[in-house]
C-alpha cells in the first residue's frame, strides 16, 4: 500500500463584490443567517427567509462594500465561494464589520483569518467588529483577528442591542488600522 499525497492546496481569492455576485451572496446570506439563528433565536420568515437589510444595503447603500472570498482549487477546477464580508462606514470616520461569514467545510483551514484581515487592511482607519459572548468561537476569532491586526491596541465593551432590550449586550472589538 502506498500513501498518495493529499489535494494540492488551494488559493483563496478575496475581492469586492459586483452586482453579478448577488445570487451567490444571497445564498451564503442564507447559510451565514442560519448559522447566527443557533445565537440570536432569529427565525426565518413565513417564505423560508431571514433579515436581510444589511446584505440589500451592501448592493445598493452609500457606504456599503461587500467582499467575496473564493477558493481556488490547485486543480485548476471551478472556483468555490466560501465566504463574504459586508462593511459599512467606509465613507466615514469608522468602519463596522456589519456581517461576517465563512462556510463550515472552509472554517478551522486559516480562511476566515485571511479574509478578515484583508477586510481590516482594505479600508485602513478605525474598526469596530461586534459578536456575541454566547458564541464562543466567535470570541477567540475576533480576539485572535484584532490582535493579528494591531497587537494589544485593541478594546472590547458591551453594548445592549438597540430596540432590542430582551437579548443580552453585543461585545464590540474597537481598533484602528493603519
Known sequence: ??????????????RPTTPAD???????????RHDMSEVSRALPD???QFRRERLDAAFTDPGWRGL???????DGGPASPVGFALVRGVDGPTR?????????????AGIGRQLAGQVLASFPGRWEIAFQDANP?????????????VGQAWTEEHRAVPDRPELPPDTWISLTTG
Open 137 to 149: 468561537p466567535a470570541v477567540r476569532f475576533w480576539r485572535a483577528v484584532a490582535t493579528d491586526a
Open 46 to 48: 413565513a417564505s423560508g
Open 1 to 14: 500500500m502506498t500513501n498518495s499525497p493529499g489535494p494540492a492546496p488551494a488559493h483563496l481569492t478575496i
Open 22 to 32: 448577488r445570487p451567490v451572496l444571497e445564498r451564503l446570506w442564507l447559510l451565514f
Open 96 to 108: 463596522v464589520l456589519s456581517s461576517f461569514f465563512v462556510v463550515r467545510g472552509a472554517r478551522r
Open 68 to 74: 467575496v472570498a473564493h477558493l481556488d482549487p490547485a
